[in-house]
C-alpha cells in the first residue's frame, strides 16, 4: 500500500484559514489526523480527498450517512423534489407524508415538529418541559453531548477526572468560554447509570426539575449501554414526579431500528429529539412527543420557528431515508455486522498483547484503551489511554480506514462483511507494530 500524504489539503487548509476561523466550519473537523482534510467525493463505504486518498469510512460524517455516501435514491429524490421549488415559507405535502411515516414508527412520536439540527430540537424539547410543568431546570449526565449551545455547554469536558469532584454533587465545567454565568444553573449534572443516585437527587429537587434529558445510550463518550433498568427507572420517576424525560435520540435514531432506542429498549420518553441519519447528511431534525406535551407547541404557549425548516430537497431526503430502511430492513444485518466487528477486534487485542476495551450496541462500536473490563459512566472513559487511541486512529487512517477520533465506529446499511473483515485486516496489521 502506498504512504499516505496530506499535501493538497495542507495546502487547502491554510487558504481555508484566511477566510474561515482556523479553517473550518465545526470545531470537530480540526482534529482529523493529520489536521482538518479537504475531501471530493464520497461513494457507498469509501470517501476519497483532495490528495486522491481513498478511505474505507467508518466515520458516516459524524453519524448521518447511515445509507452511506451518495445512496442513488435518495439523491435522486432530492433532485426530483428540487425541481419544483428550494422553499415555500409554508407546507407541502411530503412533510406531511414524512411526519405520518415518523408516527407510525417512533413510540413517543403522537406529535412532532421539524426543526433543521438537533441543537436546537434539543432547545425545543427544554423550553417545552418548562412551559408544561412551570419548572425551570433539568437534569442531565456527565458525558452526555445535547449540544452545543450554553445551557448545556457543561459537564461534557474536564481539566482531569480529580477535577470532576464528588458523584453527589459534580462538578460543572464550562466547555467553551463566552457563557453567560446563568446558564450553568439551568440544570442539575450527575453521573450516568446510577439510578439510586438519580432517585435521591430528584427526591429532593423535583420541585425544581421539568426535565430528564439523556442518551438512551451514551454514544457520545464511550458507546456506553444502559444499566439493566435504568431507563426505566428515569422513566418512573419523570411519570411519579411529573417531570419530562426527553431521550436525545440524535445518534440512537434510525440506527439501533427505525423506532430508535426507545423502541429498542422498550421504555418511551415524553419527547425525543432525532437527527443525524433521518436524512441521510441533510440537514434536518424531529422533536417528537406525546400529544399532552406538545400541545405546548400546538396552542403557541410555547413558540417553535425557522425560516429554512422542512425545505423542499431535505424532506425528500429524508422521505426516501426512511422509505429505504423501512423496505430494506437493513437492521438484522447491521447488528450482525457491528458483533462481527466488535468480536474481532476484541480477538486481535488479545493475541496482540493490547488491553482494549471494545463495547457498543448494534451497528455502532467503540474502541478504548484499558485494562477496566467494562465502562458504566464518563468518569470510567476518562481513564482510557487517550494518547494510545490517538495513535491508533492515526496509523489507521493513514492506512485508508478513517475511524472517529474519539474511538467511535459507525456501521451502515451498504457495508459489508468483506469491508468488515477489511477493516479488521488492518486493525492487525496496526495493533501488531503499536506499543504496548
Not at 445509507?67 to 428550494?86: I, K, M, N, R, T
Request: with cysteine.
Amino acid at each position: 500500500m502506498e504512504e499516505y500524504n496530506y499535501q493538497q489539503s495542507a495546502a487547502w487548509l491554510e487558504r481555508a484559514k484566511k477566510v474561515l476561523a482556523s479553517g473550518v466550519s465545526s470545531e470537530f473537523r480540526k482534529y482529523n489526523h493529520p489536521h482538518a482534510l479537504f475531501y471530493t467525493h464520497g461513494k457507498g463505504s469509501r470517501v476519497y480527498d483532495v490528495d486522491g486518498n481513498e478511505y474505507l469510512d467508518f466515520t458516516l460524517s459524524q453519524g448521518p450517512l447511515i445509507l452511506g455516501h451518495s445512496h442513488p435514491e435518495v439523491l435522486d429524490a432530492v433532485h426530483q423534489e428540487s425541481l419544483q421549488g428550494q422553499l415555500f415559507a409554508g407546507q407541502h405535502a411530503r412533510e406531511i407524508e414524512l411526519a405520518e411515516k415518523l408516527q407510525k414508527v417512533i413510540p413517543a412520536a403522537e406529535m412532532m415538529r421539524f426543526c433543521l439540527d438537533g441543537s436546537e430540537a434539543v432547545q425545543t424539547a427544554l423550553r417545552v418541559a418548562r412551559s408544561k410543568t412551570g419548572k425551570s431546570k433539568f437534569l442531565r449526565f456527565e458525558g452526555h453531548y445535547h449540544g452545543w449551545l450554553d445551557n448545556v455547554c457543561f459537564g461534557i469536558s474536564t481539566p482531569s477526572p480529580e477535577a470532576m469532584g464528588s458523584r453527589e454533587s459534580p462538578v460543572m465545567h464550562p466547555w467553551s468560554q463566552g457563557l453567560p454565568p446563568g446558564s450553568k444553573e439551568e440544570s442539575f449534572l450527575l453521573p450516568w447509570n446510577d439510578l439510586d443516585l438519580v432517585e435521591r437527587h430528584v427526591a429532593k429537587h423535583h420541585q425544581e426539575l421539568a426535565a430528564i434529558i439523556t442518551e438512551p445510550v451514551m454514544c457520545n463518550n464511550g458507546c456506553i449501554t444502559p444499566e439493566e433498568g435504568f431507563l426505566q427507572g428515569l422513566r418512573d420517576l419523570c411519570t411519579q414526579y411529573g417531570i419530562a424525560l426527553i431521550f436525545d435520540e440524535v445518534i440512537t435514531g434510525f440506527r439501533l431500528g427505525l423506532g430508535g432506542a426507545q423502541s429498542f429498549y422498550g421504555v418511551t420518553p415524553d419527547m425525543a429529539v432525532f437527527a443525524k441519519a433521518i436524512a441521510s447528511g441533510y440537514p434536518i431534525s424531529a422533536i417528537v412527543g406525546k400529544k399532552e406535551w406538545m400541545e405546548e407547541i400546538a396552542t403557541a404557549r410555547v413558540i417553535h420557528a425557522g425560516t429554512m425548516n422542512t425545505g423542499n430537497p431535505t424532506v425528500a431526503a429524508a422521505l426516501a431515508t426512511v422509505s429505504i430502511l423501512e423496505r430494506e430492513d437493513p437492521y438484522p444485518r447491521m447488528f450482525a455486522l457491528g458483533e462481527r466487528l466488535r468480536k474481532g477486534l476484541r480477538e486481535i487485542a488479545q493475541t496482540t498483547g493490547h488491553q482494549m476495551l471494545v463495547s457498543g450496541i448494534g451497528p455502532v462500536v467503540h474502541t478504548g484503551f484499558t485494562d477496566m473490563e467494562r465502562a458504566v459512566d464518563f468518569r470510567d472513559v476518562l481513564r482510557f489511554d487517550r494518547g494510545k487511541l490517538k495513535s491508533f486512529i492515526a496509523a489507521l487512517h493513514d492506512k485508508g480506514l478513517r475511524v472517529i477520533g474519539r474511538g467511535l465506529w459507525y456501521i451502515s446499511a451498504i457495508h459489508t462483511e468483506a469491508e468488515i473483515d477489511e477493516a479488521l485486516g488492518l486493525a492487525r496489521e496496526v495493533l501488531t507494530h503499536q506499543e504496548k
